[in-house]
């Protein structure tokens, strides 16, 4: 049986070992990276089906206004389409929020929640009702995009861009 020095065995344990913790390691982050890049992908779709069903309420409301200001009459025909139209669009974002609730952060649901309950559902186009309407919609949307915005993974960390000032991040558009 030939001799192994001392070193050379301890040398290759070490190397073994080391090599095993290294790749443990590297596995365990990635994991964790590839999670968290998984959850955000989740809540980046939910986010985007009820921020789009808002913007399609936020639509209707501006081709309201414009009705306002032309001065066009609101025949029960009109009332009933845009009632249909609004009423549509925000049971859209309340299905996206209640179908994907369990992974939305606590502050969108807090968020969200508080703009239901602000919500008049027997809207009447009358002015002082759909101000009101119209100002809680106009409200909720901005807050809900800046949360889902302050929630992504690049918007993270001193040496991140800032998603308010990088034009490819904007949601709006």
């Not at 982050?29 to 890049?37: F, I, V, Y």
């Not at 939910?46 to 081709?63: K, N, P, Q, R, T």
């Not at 992974?103 to 807090?110: A, G, K, V």
């Not at 409200?139 to 915005?149: E, G, I, S, T, V």
């Amino acid at each position: 049986m030939p001799d192994i020095p001392a070193s050379v065995i301890v040398t290759a344990v070490t190397t073994l070992v080391s090599g095993a913790l290294g790749a443990f390691i590297t596995n365990v982050l990635n994991s964790r990276r590839s999670t968290d890049e998984k959850i955000w992908e989740l809540r980046r779709t939910s986010y985007g089906s009820i921020l789009a069903e808002l913007a399609a309420v936020e639509s209707v409301l501006d081709d309201i206004d414009s009705d306002i200001v032309l001065g066009r009459h609101f025949t029960q025909e009109i009332t009933n389409t845009y009632n249909k139209e609004t009423g549509t669009h925000l049971e859209s974002a309340r299905k996206a929020y209640t179908d994907n609730y369990l992974i939305l952060s606590e502050r969108f649901i807090e968020l969200f929640e508080d703009f239901l309950r602000s919500l008049n559902y027997e809207v009447q186009y009358q002015p002082e009702e759909y101000k009101v309407f119209s100002g809680v919609i106009r409200a909720a949307r901005p807050k809900l995009l800046q949360q889902a915005r302050s929630e992504m993974p690049l918007c993270r960390g001193r040496h991140k861009p800032d998603c308010r000032r990088n034009p490819r991040l904007d949601l709006d558009e």
